[in-house]
């Protein structure tokens, strides 16, 4: 199996399957969580402990960057839309129990 290097090494995760085989350590897939959001992680890095001359890729995974990017932007649209009609709530809840006081 040939591996590619790419980034300095594995996304920040939750969970991973951690194996060790010789003197490398071989991490698979995990979660990652932003917010109140979670992804399943599907990649595989491995790392030589003895020489720690940087992380190797094994399979990129299909999480992607770009898939975080875009979830931030809808959370923070949801927050916006959230508090005006969290606000629309409140006063119709406020004029029912003014009106079952009568």
Not at 87 to 98: I, K, L, M, Q, W
Request: glycine share 8%; with cysteine.
């Amino acid at each position: 199996m040939a591996s590619v290097a790419l980034q300095a090494g594995p996304r920040g995760r939750i969970n991973p399957a951690l194996i060790l085989h010789g003197h490398s350590l071989v991490v698979y897939g995990g979660a990652f969580e932003q917010k109140n959001r979670e992804w399943a992680m599907d990649d595989c890095w491995t790392i030589d402990l003895v020489r720690r001359d940087g992380w190797r890729c094994l399979i990129p995974g299909s999480f992607k960057e770009l898939d975080l990017l875009r979830a931030a932007a809808e959370e923070d649209a949801e927050d916006h839309d959230g508090d005006n009609s969290q606000d629309d709530e409140t006063g119709s809840e406020e004029s029912d129990e003014a009106s079952s006081d009568e």
